[in-house]
Each structure stands twice: as C-alpha cells, then as structure tokens.
C-alpha cells in the first residue's frame, strides 16, 4: 500500500540529508528540478538545500514536501493553516476545498488538496453534462462527406475503391478542453498511486470519454478560447494548467516523477493585503483601491507601487515586504523606491507594510527632506507599518477597515 512520507520545512530554511527522512535521492531529484526552473526555488548547499521565498509542496515519488511560510518564532501557530487560508483569500484555492467536517481532508498534503478539487470539479461537470464541439476530422468514410483529400484518397484507396479519405467535420467531445482535463487526470493517477485520491482519479476517468493524447505546452493554453457556453470549464482549466506546466516527468533522464506547486511569499503577501483592501474598501464610499497600477519611468521601463488607494482626492500608496527588518529600520533602496511613488503619483504619505513578527511594534513615520531647502518635508512622508498576521494562532483577515480608518 502506498505510503506517503511528508516533510514539512520553512521558507529560508535549510534541510540535510539524513533530517526528517530527507534522502539522497530525494536531494538528487531536487536539484535537477532548481536547475530546470533558473535556480530561483533554493540553493544548494553541503548535502543539502537552503529554501529561498518560495512556499506551497514539492511532490517527489513518496515524498511530500512542504515548504511553509514563518515570520516570527510563536510556537502556537500551525502556519501550514495559515499558508491555505492565505491562498483562500488569494482564489489559489477555494473555501470549500479543506472542510473541517471531512476527516481525510484533514490528513491531506497541500498537492493532494489541489487534486482533490480538480477532481470535484470535474466531478461536477460531468453532471451538468460535458460539452460538445466541432473539430476537423481526416480519414477513411464509407460516405463521401465534407472535402476530398485527393493525395490521400489515392494513397489509401488505391484498391479499397469503396471507400472517401476526406477532410469533415465531427461534432463530439474529444476537443482540447476535454483533453486538457484527460491530461491532468492522468498526472494525478500517476502521482497518487495506491492513494485514496488514486481511486477517487481512476472513478473520474472511467466516467470520462476517451480523447486524443495531446502533448501539454504553456502555448496550449495560451491559444485556448473559453466562451459562455464554456465558462464552467475556467476553474477545472486553471488547476490543470497549475498540474500540467508544474508536472516534470522522469526529468533529465531520472526515473522520479515530480510536481512542485510553489509560489513566491513576496507576492502571495502582495496580494492577500490588496485583497483585504480591496474587501474593506466597499465600506468606504467613493474609494477605489487598485494593485500594480503603473507609470512610464525610463524609456520602456515603468514604477509600480504594489498598492494605490483613493479617497476623497487624496492618494496614498503601499508597498508590502514579506521580511523582517531590525532596528524599525528599511533598507534605503525601499526607501528611495516609496520617494519615487509619492512624486509620480502625488501622494503625501506612502507606507511600506511589514507582517508583525512576534514582538509588539508600533507604526513609525518619517519626513522625506525638501530638495532645496534641506529642510523636512511634511508633505511626503513614508511610514514604515506592521500587520498582525496570526490572531489566536490564526490568519487575522479581519483588519482591513480598521486599518483603512487609521491610515487614511
């Protein structure tokens, strides 16, 4: 019966051969996958990786590893609850798909939560009745129907004169979409072998109709056109994209078969503070709060505060850093980068937001000097911020108004 191991590390931390079950193998398998993605996942040390930023689960054959997010040292918080809330407020994943109510959720690594879903939607455009569309089809008819393929037809039928090779139109369900979804199904039978997610795939795919074998590309899905009539279809698409374009079969000749779900922390932050925002900001009549608005800067290149909020005339700009900083102290090159933001958008105050890492912290804000005066300008101001994160062992979600009055 198949067994699966999980190991579950921190973002920036290191794991060694021979900790927590982390084998050789393993440390083999990984290092091929850093290089096939630019190195950026982690480094690699003395037998032995280092994490970078990045956060979610590497499936390798049995192992599951999981990479999860820290900011401070409180022993109390399960931050692997707090990293799937995050990605519930960010629709990475949506909010029935970790139900305290069903007991083998509970016990599920964070790959097999994104396969359990896959697999419910499906599941559920199956009842509302899979799709049909029309494709071209070449081949041998006993009728003559659609277009004459004059070189096949002599190729084929040169004895066989009863028969038409012909170009025609077929109108059923073997098209992209349905073969997409056939893909995916098959990475998660492979990768869920011997699991109960394995028999809930091979239920899935006994149901479904068979299709072509396509090969996955991300121009694949660059080149797919949904419509009304296929917009049940867009969820069930977007985790097979996330499956397939992070899948890496036997890579590079090795005989593991493996799927890495990895986000960048910096811009899960980004987006669960805009999100926040964004939610508390309906409360708030006439402000709007939009994320990566840009401004041409140099030539081809542009500036993009991670945040803009307006209100009654008045714009302030955020930018959100997932780190720590000693000292109450940001780097002068986050400090230059909020200057810049307040002259382009003509904001008086600009925030750079820290997560509150275990000790208690206070706002600061601080004046830009005036450029010919020297003198403080109290009219562009950037003020370094904290946000309490967790809240009794938990993801707080509950701060976006109160912070909205206080800040704006």
């Known amino acids: 019966m198949f067994k699966r191991h999980t190991i579950q590390v921190f973002e920036h931390e290191s794991l060694r051969i021979g900790q927590k079950g982390f084998e050789e193998e393993h440390w083999t398998a990984l290092i091929k996958l850093n290089e096939l993605h630019g190195g950026k996942y982690f480094s690699v040390i003395h037998r032995g990786i280092k994490f970078s930023q990045y956060v979610g689960v590497i499936q390798v054959n049995k192992l599951a590893l999981e990479v999860l997010p820290k900011i401070d040292k409180e ?14 407020v960010c ?3 949506s909010p029935e798909s970790h139900g305290a109510a069903n007991v083998k959720k509970q016990h599920l690594s964070l790959l097999e939560l994104y396969f359990d879903l896959f697999l419910n939607e499906v599941n559920q455009l199956m009842r509302l009745g899979l799709i049909k569309k029309y494709r071209k089809e070449t081949k041998n008819v006993k009728a003559l129907k659609g277009k004459l393929e004059f070189s096949g037809h002599i190729k084929n039928n040169l004895i066989h ?6 170009i025609h139109q077929v109108y059923d369900r073997d098209h992209s979409i349905h073969q997409i979804i056939a893909k995916a199904l098959e990475v998660i039978q492979s990768i869920s072998n011997g699991s109960f997610l394995n028999d809930k795939c091979m239920r899935v795919q006994m149901n ?11 121009t694949l899905f660059d080149n797919l056109q949904l419509n009304r009539k296929t917009e049940p279809y867009n969820k069930a698409i977007e985790l097979a994209r996330l499956i397939l374009l992070n899948y890496s079969p036997d890579i590079r000749g090795g005989k593991e078969k493996m799927l890495a779900l990895l986000f960048d922390m910096n811009t899960l932050w980004e987006e669960y503070v805009l999100r926040i925002l964004q939610k508390a900001s309906k409360d708030f009549e006439g ?14 290149r542009t500036v993009r505060p991670d945040i803009v909020v307006e209100f009654n005339d008045i714009t302030s700009i955020i930018d959100t850093k997932w780190k720590r900083i000693t000292n109450d102290k940001a780097s002068i090159e986050d400090l230059r980068q909020m200057y810049v933001y307040n002259k382009y958008w003509g904001a008086k105050k600009s925030m750079l937001l820290y997560p509150k890492g275990g000790a208690d912290k206070s706002n600061i804000t601080g004046s830009y000097y005036t450029d010919i005066t ?3 300008d109290e009219n562009n101001t950037c003020e370094i911020g904290y946000l309490d994160v967790i809240k009794n062992g938990k993801l707080n979600s509950d701060w976006g108004k109160a912070f909205l009055n206080i800040n704006l």
């Open 374 to 376: 020297n003198k403080k």
């Open 91 to 93: 629709k990475k994943l």
């Open 75 to 88: 022993e109390d918080t399960d931050w692997r609850e707090v990293l799937i809330a995050m990605m519930k």
């Open 208 to 218: 479904f109709p068979e299709v072509s074998n396509i090969k996955v590309t991300p």
């Open 161 to 166: 004169k009863e028969n038409f090779y012909t």
């Open 287 to 300: 402000m709007k709060v939009s994320g990566q608005a840009k401004k041409k800067f140099w030539e081809s």
